[in-house]
C-alpha cells in the first residue's frame, strides 16, 4: 500500500479483513462545524472516528497534545483499529487533517499508514457509497510505542540547528490577522519560513505533484530532503508539510506539537512581526 491512495484503490479494497479506514475530520471551533457529527450523518462504509480532540493530553494546555503511547493505544483498540492493519485515513476538512490522523498513527508505531487522496470531498463527489451511524466494533490490538519526530518549546528555544517551517496561512504568519485563540500573540517566530499547508493541495484537495511540492519548499526557503520543524496554530496543519516532505522520501522531520498556540501564547517567547 502506498502512503497516498487513491478513492479507485480504497473502493476495490474495502471489506478486506487488514485493512481499517479512519475519518479524522476536524473543524475550528468557530465554525459551528463537528467532525463527529458530521461522520455519524456520512462516512465512508466501515471507516471510524479518530477524535483529534479526545484523543489527546488533556492536561497540557495547549490544544489535542499528543497523549501518552498508553492512552493512544487503548484509544485504538476501542476504535477497533489494529497496530499491524493496513490504516487509510481521510478527512472531510479544509484544514486536511487527516495529515495529523496519519502522524499519530505512525507516531505511535503503525507501519502501514496511508491517506486518501482527495478524502470524503472527492469519494463524495465521484458518486460513491456512504454508511451512517457507528461501524461494527472490532476487536484489535494496538500495542503502542512512541517512535519520536517531536521538539518541544524548550527544544526550540535551546536551538535545534533545524530550519522551522511554520504552515499557517501568510496573515497569520506576518500578524496581520489575530490570532483566533484569545491570549495568543500575533507574528511568528524568528527564523522560522512561511509555507501555507493549503498551498500544498489541489482544489479537489487532492495533493500536488511532488515536482510542484518541491518548488513550493524552495521558493519557501526549506529544502524538503532535508531535516526540518514544522509548526502551525495547534499542531494540526503542520503534518501536511511532514507529510508532503515523506512523500518526497524524507522522513527526517520534526513536529512542534504545542505550534503557535504555545509558542505564542508564552510572553517570555520571542516573536517577530512581518514577512520572514
Known amino acids: 500500500m502506498d502512503s497516498l491512495v487513491s478513492s479507485d484503490w480504497?473502493?476495490?479494497?474495502?471489506?478486506?479483513?487488514?485493512?481499517?479506514?479512519?475519518?479524522?475530520?476536524?473543524?475550528?471551533?468557530?465554525?459551528?462545524?463537528?467532525?463527529?457529527?458530521?461522520?455519524?450523518?456520512?462516512?465512508?462504509?466501515?471507516?471510524?472516528?479518530?477524535?483529534?480532540?479526545?484523543?489527546?493530553?488533556?492536561?497540557?494546555?495547549?490544544?489535542?497534545?499528543?497523549?501518552g503511547a498508553e492512552d493512544f493505544g487503548r484509544a485504538m483498540e476501542q476504535l477497533g483499529i489494529g497496530l499491524g492493519d493496513r490504516i487509510v485515513v481521510y478527512d472531510n476538512s479544509p484544514l486536511r487533517t487527516a495529515a495529523r490522523g496519519w502522524f499519530m498513527l505512525r507516531h505511535f508505531g503503525a507501519g502501514k499508514v496511508a491517506i486518501l487522496d482527495g478524502g470524503l470531498q472527492k469519494w463524495i463527489a465521484e458518486g460513491r457509497q456512504t454508511a451512517s451511524g457507528e461501524p461494527a466494533p472490532r476487536t484489535a490490538r494496538f500495542e503502542a510505542v512512541e517512535r519520536g519526530g517531536i521538539v518541544t518549546k524548550r527544544q526550540l528555544l535551546a536551538g535545534t540547528g533545524l530550519p522551522w517551517a511554520d504552515a499557517r496561512g501568510k496573515p497569520r504568519f506576518e500578524g496581520n490577522e489575530a490570532?483566533?485563540?484569545?491570549?495568543?500573540?500575533?507574528?511568528?517566530?524568528?527564523?522560522?519560513?512561511?509555507?501555507?499547508?493549503?498551498?500544498?493541495?489541489?482544489?479537489?484537495?487532492?495533493?500536488?505533484?511532488?515536482?510542484?511540492?518541491?518548488?513550493?519548499?524552495?521558493?519557501?526557503?526549506?529544502?524538503?530532503?532535508?531535516?526540518?520543524?514544522?509548526?502551525?496554530?495547534?499542531?494540526?496543519?503542520?503534518?501536511?508539510?511532514?507529510?508532503?516532505?515523506?512523500?518526497?522520501?524524507?522522513?527526517?522531520?520534526?513536529?512542534?506539537?504545542?505550534?503557535?498556540?504555545?509558542?505564542?501564547?508564552?510572553?517570555?517567547?520571542?516573536?517577530?512581526?512581518?514577512?520572514?
Not at 501555507?196 to 505533484?209: H, Q
Not at 526557503?221 to 507529510?243: E, H, M, Q, R
Request: proline share 10%; hydrophobic share 40%.
Open 10 to 67: 480504497l473502493a476495490q479494497h474495502l471489506g478486506d479483513p487488514d485493512l481499517s479506514i479512519v475519518d479524522a475530520s476536524w473543524h475550528m471551533p468557530a465554525t459551528g462545524r463537528s467532525g463527529r457529527d458530521e461522520y455519524l450523518t456520512a462516512h465512508i462504509p466501515g471507516a471510524r472516528f479518530l477524535d483529534i480532540d479526545a484523543v489527546s493530553d488533556r492536561s497540557n494546555p495547549a490544544p489535542h497534545m499528543l497523549p
Open 179 to 276: 490570532d483566533p485563540r484569545p491570549g495568543v500573540a500575533a507574528g511568528h517566530a524568528p527564523g522560522a519560513r512561511n509555507l501555507p499547508f493549503g498551498s500544498l493541495y489541489r482544489e479537489d484537495g487532492r495533493f500536488k505533484p511532488v515536482e510542484e511540492i518541491e518548488r513550493l519548499f524552495a521558493d519557501a526557503g526549506i529544502d524538503p530532503a532535508k531535516p526540518f520543524v514544522a509548526s502551525c496554530g495547534s499542531g494540526v496543519t503542520a503534518n501536511s508539510l511532514i507529510f508532503a516532505a515523506h512523500l518526497i522520501g524524507n522522513d527526517d522531520t520534526k513536529l512542534y506539537d504545542g505550534s503557535w498556540s504555545e509558542w505564542g501564547a508564552d510572553p517570555a517567547t520571542p516573536k517577530v512581526l512581518g514577512p520572514a
